[in-house]
Structures are given as C-alpha cells and as structure tokens.
C-alpha cells in the first residue's frame, strides 16, 4: 500500500471520529434544584477523646504509678509462675489476657511479662467514649465471680473489685482432699499446703476459714478492692504515692471513714521506710492481730505442725491442728494484718489459740 492510500485512510477515520462526536446535541436547560438532604453526624474531636485518657494527668501519671506498684514489677509473681500455664492466668499479662477471652490458659508462655495497662484494660474498639464512660477500654472482667475452691459460691463485690477477685482468692479448700470436714484427722501432703498466696477475697466475704462462731462478713465490704486499694490522693497535677494505680491502700480513704484520737494512719510512704503492717494500726488493731499470729505460730511449732520459719511440716495431724495451722496460713497469706476482716480474723485466731493452749 502506498503512502498517499495510508495517509487518506487517516484521514477518513479522523473524520469518522469528529462526526460521531459531534452527533450529541446541545445540552437541555437545568433541572431543578433536589431536596436538600440530612447533615451528617458531627465526627468526634479525635484530639479530646484520646486527650481524655493520653495526657500528663491521667494516663502517663497511671502508668508511673503502675511501675512503682507489686503488679507493676512483677518480681514476686511473673518471674516464677508467670509462664506455667497452671498459675500463668493471674501471674502474667500475656496468661491473664488469655484467660479473660477465653476462660482458661491453654499452654506454656515463654516470655511472661509483668501486668500493664491492657492486662485489666481491653484494647480500644470505638474510640469515641472516654475512659470514665467506661465503654471504650473498659475492664475485660466485671462479673461476679464463681470461687475456686466451689463453683457454688458466688464472690460479687462491685464490677471494679470482681475484676481483682479473679486472681484474689483462695486455689484450696479448707475442706478437701487433706481433710473432709467430719474426720478427725487430716493429712497435710505439701510444705506448701493452704489456701494459696492471695485469698483476700475470701476473707473479705468471710468464707474458707474455721471458726465455730463469729462475724463472717467484714465492714469494710462495702467499699470493695477499689475503694480502698485505688482511692485517688493527688491533685490533678500529682502523682498518687498512695492510691491510684499504685494500689497500695490510701490512709486518705480509711479517714474518711474512721476519725478521733485513736486515728494513727500516716499518710506518707517512701521506699523501705514504709511499714505495711503498721501503716493502718486503728487503735492497735494490726499490732494485736500480729501479737496472736505469733501466739499462734508458737502454739503449733509446739504441736510439731510448723518447723522453726514457720514452714508447715508434711505429715497426719489431728483435726483440730489441721484448722489450727489452716487459719493461720489464711490470715498470714492475707497480709492485710485484719484489715480486710477484722472481726473474722480475730474471731479465727481466738478459736485456734484457745483450741491449741494446754
């Protein structure tokens, strides 16, 4: 094909194009103007709702406070337990996490870390609600807790306090498998025989103790894990020492409460000076519950129940040294002195002291 009959079919496509284009008329007059329709909903402030919680007053002050406290540091708990999948829901982040979604650990964690913001706190979903609304990055577990030890008791505090009831609570029963509650004798198979190391709960709703006669249910209730435990000391531009997320018991919130010359709480605390036992001594009461554990302690180191450090010694024993021995780990692993209960727990040494004395 030669250049001129290339260069006309050019030409004639070109035209062909132009004429198909040039095929729509002109436009019609405008329509008229359509409903004017709803106006959207007015998004959230992104820049308050997350300064509702990260801001120097708030969130970085929780999590100072966080790192000074026993959850923070974790030496006592993650370091040792936090990895076994048996103990690993309440001695780690990673195990409490777990539990909380799904109700149980299913295996071993090899890096367990200490608790942390997210460990009590679920992640955000919504981003619209502040934390005081309690929606967004609300506490993973607020309902009433079925006890270990027997799935028929029921702990139910506040929503705040049951989540500390998770982990806060007695892993034995005082009647079991050492001793059936009628007979009269009771094994002791383990120098770590007992109610477990935290069952603060349990005192505080005056169950898994032996006592014949007594108060079970503690004055103190009614303010729960978080009244005490949580109460807020610092202004807004302080961080608590006290309170708050550092968890140590505030002296502020038990004055409110309790007032006139035999108040002796201090409200100050700094490193090793601080005493737990003394620190909430109202008329001498942490001084005297101190005094009969040591009565205690002394009666069965006598019966040969306890060695010299107070470690329980594995062997048959009779019902009543068994309840003896009982109270005392419970009240001692409490570590509140009878704060938690006082009625109870004087009520459990009484009983056991009187039970023991020749």
Same mark, same amino acid.
């Not at 435990?229 to 006290?242: C, L, Q, R």
């Not at 968890?247 to 000076?273: L, M, Q, Y």
């Given at each position: 094909?030669?250049?001129?009959? @290339?260069?006309?079919?050019?030409?004639m496509?070109?035209?062909?194009?132009?004429?198909?284009?040039?095929?729509?008329?002109?436009?019609?007059?405008?329509?008229e103007?359509?409903?004017?329709?709803?106006?959207?909903a007015?998004?959230?402030?992104?820049?308050?709702?997350?300064?509702?919680?990260?801001?120097?007053?708030?969130?970085?002050?929780?999590? $100072?406070?966080?790192?000074?406290?026993?959850? #923070?540091?974790?030496?006592?708990?993650?370091?040792?337990?936090?990895?076994?999948?048996?103990?690993?829901?309440?001695?780690?982040h990673?195990?409490?996490?777990e539990? /909380?979604?799904?109700?149980?650990?299913? #295996?071993?964690?090899?890096?367990?870390?200490?608790?942390?913001?997210?460990?009590c706190?679920?992640?955000?979903?919504?981003?619209?609600?502040?934390l005081?609304?309690?929606?967004?990055? +609300?506490?993973?577990?607020?309902?009433?807790?079925?006890?270990? $030890?027997?799935?028929?008791?029921?702990?139910?505090?506040?929503?705040?306090?049951?989540?500390?009831?998770?982990? %806060?609570? @007695?892993?034995?029963?005082?009647?079991?498998?050492?001793?059936?509650?009628? +007979? +009269?004798?009771?094994?002791?198979? @383990?120098? %770590?025989?007992?109610?477990?190391?935290?069952?603060?709960?349990?005192?505080?709703?005056?169950?898994?103790?032996s $006592?014949?006669?007594?108060?079970?249910?503690?004055?103190?209730?009614?303010? #729960?894990?978080?009244?005490? %435990?949580?109460?807020?000391? @610092?202004?807004?531009?302080?961080?608590?020492?006290?309170?708050?997320?550092?968890?140590?018991?505030?002296?502020?919130?038990?004055?409110?409460?309790?007032? #006139?010359?035999?108040?002796?709480?201090?409200?100050?605390?700094?490193?090793?000076?601080?005493?737990?036992?003394?620190?909430?001594?109202?008329?001498s009461?942490?001084?005297?519950?101190?005094?009969?554990?040591? $009565?205690?302690?002394?009666?069965?180191?006598?019966?040969?129940?306890?060695?010299?450090? %107070?470690?329980?010694?594995?062997?048959?024993?009779?019902?009543?040294?068994?309840?003896?021995?009982?109270?005392?780990?419970?009240? +001692?692993?409490?570590?509140?002195?009878?704060?938690?209960?006082?009625?109870?727990?004087? /009520?459990?040494?009484?009983?056991?002291?009187?039970?023991?004395?020749?």
């Amino acid at each position: 094909m030669s250049r001129k009959v @290339s260069l006309i079919a050019i030409l004639m496509m070109a035209l062909m194009v132009l004429f198909t284009v040039s095929c729509e008329g002109p436009a019609g007059p405008a329509g008229e103007m359509g409903l004017t329709g709803d106006a959207g909903a007015a998004g959230a402030d992104a820049q308050v709702t997350c300064l509702s919680c990260h801001n120097d007053d708030s969130m970085e002050d929780n999590k $100072i406070e966080l790192a000074r406290s026993q959850h #923070g540091l974790g030496d006592l708990a993650v370091d040792y337990a936090g990895g076994r999948s048996s103990c690993a829901a309440c001695h780690s982040h990673e195990g409490f996490v777990e539990f /909380a979604n799904t109700g149980g650990v299913a #295996g071993n964690f090899f890096t367990p870390s200490a608790w942390e913001c997210s460990t009590c706190h679920g992640l955000h979903k919504t981003f619209t609600e502040t934390l005081q609304d309690s929606v967004d990055y +609300a506490l993973r577990l607020t309902n009433a807790v079925a006890s270990i $030890i027997d799935a028929t008791i029921i702990m139910d505090i506040d929503p705040s306090s049951n989540l500390c009831i998770n982990c %806060h609570q @007695s892993r034995t029963n005082i009647i079991g498998s050492m001793w059936d509650g009628s +007979a +009269a004798t009771a094994t002791i198979t @383990s120098t %770590h025989a007992g109610p477990h190391h935290g069952p603060q709960a349990n005192l505080l709703l005056g169950n898994n103790g032996s $006592i014949s006669t007594g108060t079970p249910f503690s004055p103190h209730l009614e303010a #729960g894990c978080v009244g005490c %435990h949580m109460y807020e000391t @610092s202004s807004d531009d302080e961080i608590n020492v006290n309170g708050g997320h550092t968890f140590w018991p505030a002296a502020e919130k038990c004055n409110s409460c309790h007032t #006139g010359p035999d108040v002796v709480f201090d409200a100050s605390r700094s490193g090793d000076d601080f005493e737990h036992e003394g620190y909430y001594d109202y008329k001498s009461f942490q001084t005297e519950i101190g005094e009969k554990l040591e $009565i205690l302690a002394g009666l069965l180191l006598t019966e040969g129940v306890f060695d010299s450090s %107070h470690t329980v010694i594995p062997a048959t024993y009779t019902a009543t040294q068994y309840k003896a021995f009982w109270n005392f780990t419970y009240i +001692a692993e409490d570590r509140s002195h009878g704060v938690h209960n006082p009625y109870y727990t004087e /009520a459990l040494l009484d009983e056991s002291i009187a039970a023991l004395t020749p």
